[in-house]
């Protein structure tokens, strides 16, 4: 009996794999998707400085709660995507007057101020978050990563990754419409 069950439950086991690898290869599901348990709550309260040496204030979950739909952009200097998406942010920000905010993820004050210097400041205010903890509490799994943020401060849509290519009209823009109404 021992013997028998030493066979099979190999067996048993390889064809759970197999099965369970071609649900996920032949099933309708997005593999680039990743759910975020933060869409329809909200904002997670935070309070974060500004980035050292720069004016202006940092950025709270208390100063957006102003009824305004918004963006919140997490990024870094150190980041290669970020730097591709930043074009898009600003388009965000001056082409289509969507409040956008930052949150500077990690990163030295220094950096961070020249890699704004250089591609330009389409931020509202910028909250500094040298250790991380906010973004740990968006659930952040890796720079940069975009919130679309309704009137009430519930978020409604997450960005993993940079905007590229046709994101802005395609999925940002109609979903900030949807909201907005």
Same mark, same amino acid.
């Given at each position: 009996?021992?013997?028998? %069950?030493?066979?099979? &439950?190999?067996?048993?086991?390889?064809?759970?794999?197999i099965?369970?690898? &071609?649900?996920? &290869?032949?099933?309708?599901?997005?593999?680039?998707?990743?759910?975020?348990? %933060?869409?329809?709550?909200?904002?997670? =309260?935070?309070d %974060?400085?500004? *980035?050292? @040496?720069?004016?202006?204030? @940092?950025l709270?979950s208390?100063?957006?709660a102003?009824?305004?739909v918004?963006?919140?952009?997490i990024?870094?200097?150190?980041?290669?995507?970020?730097?591709? =998406?930043?074009? +898009?942010?600003?388009? &965000?920000?001056e082409?289509?007057?969507?409040?956008?905010?930052?949150?500077?993820?990690?990163?030295?004050p220094?950096?961070?101020? +020249?890699? +704004?210097? =250089?591609l330009?400041?389409?931020?509202?205010? *910028?909250?500094?978050? $040298? !250790?991380?903890?906010?973004?740990?509490?968006f659930g952040?799994? @890796?720079?940069p /990563?975009?919130? +679309?943020?309704?009137? !009430?401060?519930?978020? $409604?849509?997450q960005?993993? @990754?940079? #905007?590229?290519g046709?994101?802005l =009209?395609?999925?940002? #823009?109609?979903? #900030?419409? /949807?909201?907005?109404?």
């Amino acid at each position: 009996m021992l013997r028998k %069950l030493l066979f099979v &439950l190999p067996s048993v086991i390889f064809l759970g794999v197999i099965a369970f690898s &071609l649900w996920g &290869l032949l099933s309708e599901r997005d593999p680039s998707a990743v759910p975020s348990a %933060l869409i329809d709550k909200p904002l997670p =309260e935070f309070d %974060l400085p500004p *980035i050292e @040496g720069l004016t202006g204030p @940092g950025l709270s979950s208390a100063a957006l709660a102003d009824g305004e739909v918004k963006v919140i952009n997490i990024f870094a200097s150190w980041c290669i995507p970020c730097r591709a =998406e930043h074009e +898009l942010i600003t388009a &965000l920000a001056e082409e289509h007057g969507v409040a956008v905010y930052g949150i500077n993820y990690k990163d030295k004050p220094a950096d961070a101020r +020249l890699w +704004l210097a =250089e591609l330009g400041n389409p931020y509202r205010s *910028i909250g500094a978050d $040298r !250790q991380g903890r906010v973004a740990i509490d968006f659930g952040v799994s @890796g720079v940069p /990563e975009s919130y +679309l943020i309704d009137g !009430q401060g519930v978020i $409604r849509f997450q960005q993993i @990754g940079p #905007l590229v290519g046709p994101d802005l =009209e395609d999925k940002i #823009l109609p979903i #900030l419409e /949807e909201i907005r109404r």
